[in-house]
């Protein structure tokens, strides 16, 4: 199974300032059709997860464009340009590449200052 | 939009068996694959399986194989069974879209929370 690993594990930070997570996978996760094949998620308090980011970089429907996702290979950044409030929770990172399983980095918890 | 509604019974005794229905509205059943996750209290992700509309499945290896995904096209229902439950299986059951093309899982249902305890 490909491991993937995030950092940092918890995140704390001032509204309006910029937040970055890392994830790394253990195997490549670029097809050779270009795509990375790697997905970002925020699981806000007491919901269900949300997909951010697809095929490493692409925002899914309706997400803010302050969030945005780089990266190839096996090193990948969700950036968020300016952190609202409403951006508290939980971020993971997921490989779609090699399946199954669908594997998911353990999480990072972003709070508010 | 497609929207996913889940339910099922949330009170377990150990050696029982687990079973969930996800509805599927708003959208085609077909040309998706349809998965389950998990999440044990104040821990991560876990993929448990899935399936497409012509039924054909697949499973996390190191899950063994306790765990059954079925579907009735005709309901836009899709089933997850998880026999001889333990405490371990403790956890809140989602189950989600597979984004066509591996472009991720969304939307995800509401969540199902499961506990297993004698």
């Known amino acids: 199974d490909i491991v993937m690993t995030q950092s940092p594990l918890s995140l704390p930070v001032t509204p309006g300032e910029p937040a970055s997570i890392s994830c790394r996978s253990n195997q490549s996760l670029l097809h050779g059709n270009g795509n990375n094949y790697l997905d970002w998620y925020l699981q806000k308090p007491g919901q269900s997860p949300q997909l951010l980011i697809y095929l490493g970089s692409n925002r899914a429907s309706g997400v803010p464009d302050r969030f945005s996702g780089s990266g190839s290979g096996t090193d990948f950044t969700l950036k968020i340009s300016r952190v609202e409030a409403e951006d508290v929770g939980i971020y993971y990172c997921?490989?779609?590449?090699?399946?199954?399983?669908?594997?998911f980095g353990q999480g990072t918890k972003l709070e508010i200052k | 939009q497609v929207q996913l509604q889940q339910w099922g019974a949330g009170l377990l005794k150990p050696s029982e068996t687990l079973s969930l229905t996800c509805a599927v509205s708003g959208g085609s059943f077909s040309g998706s694959y349809w998965s389950w996750i998990r999440q044990p209290p104040g821990k991560g992700l876990e993929w448990i399986g899935e399936i497409n509309h012509s039924g054909s499945t697949n499973y996390n290896p190191s899950l063994k194989s306790r765990f059954t995904i079925s579907l009735d096209t005709s309901k836009n229902q899709f089933y997850l069974k998880l026999t001889s439950v333990t405490a371990a299986d403790t956890a809140i059951y989602y189950c989600?879209?597979?984004?066509?093309?591996?472009?991720?899982?969304?939307?995800w249902g509401q969540g199902t929370l499961v506990t297993v305890s004698s």
């Open positions: 989600a879209r597979n984004g066509p093309g591996r472009t991720g899982f969304g939307p």
């Open positions: 997921m490989q779609d590449l090699q399946i199954p399983p669908y594997t």
